[in-house]
Structures are given as C-alpha cells and as structure tokens.
Antibody, heavy 124, light 113 residues
C-alpha cells in the first residue's frame, strides 16, 4: 500500500525556518518525481515545488523561489522541504504528492497519491 | 506562468442532476507533438487531501465512477458530473501539467441543492 506521511510542521515566527519531511513507503520511491503542494486555511491548492527521481532537477513556484529548497534521500525513502525566511503568507497545510513523471504519464496519472498533510503556522 | 481560472466559484445541484464546472488556461495546454491536453481534475472532500479524477483532460483514473467525465481542448475544459450523488459534495480543482510550474485553478465548490 502506498503511504506518504508528512511531518515537521508547527508554529514558527516570521523570518524563521522549518524543515518538512515526507516518509514514503509501499512503492519504489527512487523512481518517482515528488511534489510539495500547500493549502492555506480555507483556500485553494497551490503547487510549491517538484523534484525529479534522482534529485538533480527541481522547480519552484515564484512565491517560494530562493527561500525554499526541495530535496530527497532515496536511501531513506524521504522527501524534504527546507523552508527559510518564512512569511505570514506561508501558513498552510503542506502536502507531499507522488508523480510517476512525464515519461510515465501515458500509463499513470500525475499526482496520483497524496499524504494527509502537515500544518505550518507562521505567526509572531 | 500558466494561470488557471474556473467557473463558477460554487454551485448547488439537486441529487441526480448534472453538475458542470468550467476551467480555462491562460495559454494552450495542448502539446502538438502528441495531441495531448496536459489538464487534470481533482476532487477534495473536507478534511481530506485531493484525489485525482481525470487526466489528459478526459481520461478517468481507474476506480473513478463513470458519472465523472472531462472534455475540452486547448484552453477550455469542462468537468461534468452526470448525476450528482451525495458523496460528490467537494471542491473540484483543475490543474495544468504542461509546464513544470504546475498550477491549479482556484476551485469550484459543489453542494446539494
């Protein structure tokens, strides 16, 4: 069974840092792209970042570029999001999502499994 | 960046009736080399993560009821629920994956009238 479990959320002051983790199980983690998507309270979904299967290619939404860093440890089956210089508007539930990658979308859909999310609250 | 818009913001439909949600992208998400529209639809129920329903604009994900269908091409897309069931109450999002700056629409809330 595919499982994605996020952790690391919590309360942080503006300007602070936080590192989120997403522990993956039930599939071959090293062959999938992974994403972070966030959702502010009562608001819609916002894509944050993507990393390819070997970790060498990453993309970021403009709103977090230069402040957030996505990474992965394929030996530990874990995805990370290092968040620096946090702002009030970064307050959200952060989801990790699995993606078979563009070469495999002909077989399986993108963003096919999601975790339950971890809440990040930026407040003074 | 490709901007996604949806209409309406919300709608209320009687049980068994049709619900129609529209999605528009700021530029075409049709890739000419493979004639595929890089457009997906997601359902999010309260307190749950999103669930993908449809990709390639009209391909239903395995296990998704056939009352859900997607159509459209280029910049204009539609999600149709042919006969609304109580369990379909949710927010529905479109998303483009044409660009690796993946973007979601703002969502459409579907309720029972």
């Amino acid at each position: 069974e595919v499982q994605l479990v996020e952790s690391g959320g919590g309360l942080v002051q503006p300007g602070g840092s936080l590192r989120l983790s997403c522990a993956a199980s039930g599939f071959t983690f090293s062959t999938y792209w992974m994403h972070w998507v966030r959702q502010a309270p009562g608001k819609g979904l916002v894509w944050v970042s993507r990393i390819n299967s070997d970790g060498r290619d990453t993309t970021y939404a403009d709103s977090v570029k230069g402040r957030f860093t996505i990474s992965r440890d394929n030996a530990k089956n874990t995805l990370y999001l290092q968040m620096n210089s946090l702002r009030l508007e970064d307050t959200a539930v952060y989801y990790c999502a699995r993606d078979p990658g563009s070469n495999n979308w002909y077989v399986d859909p993108p963003f096919d499994y999601w975790g339950q999310g971890t809440l990040v609250t930026v407040s003074s | 960046d490709i901007v996604m818009t949806q209409s309406p913001d919300s709608l209320a439909v009687s049980l068994g009736e049709r619900a129609t949600i529209n999605c528009k992208s700021s530029q075409s998400v049709l890739y000419s080399s493979n004639n595929k529209n890089y457009l997906a639809w997601y359902q999010q129920k309260p307190g749950q993560p999103p669930k993908i329903l449809i990709y390639w604009a009209s391909t239903r994900v395995s296990g998704v009821p056939d009352r859900f269908s997607g159509s459209g091409s280029g910049t204009d897309f539609t999600l149709t629920i042919s006969s609304l069931q109580a369990e379909d109450v949710a927010v529905y999002y479109c998303q483009q994956y044409y660009s690796t700056l993946f973007t979601f629409g703002p969502g459409t809330k579907v309720d029972i009238k």
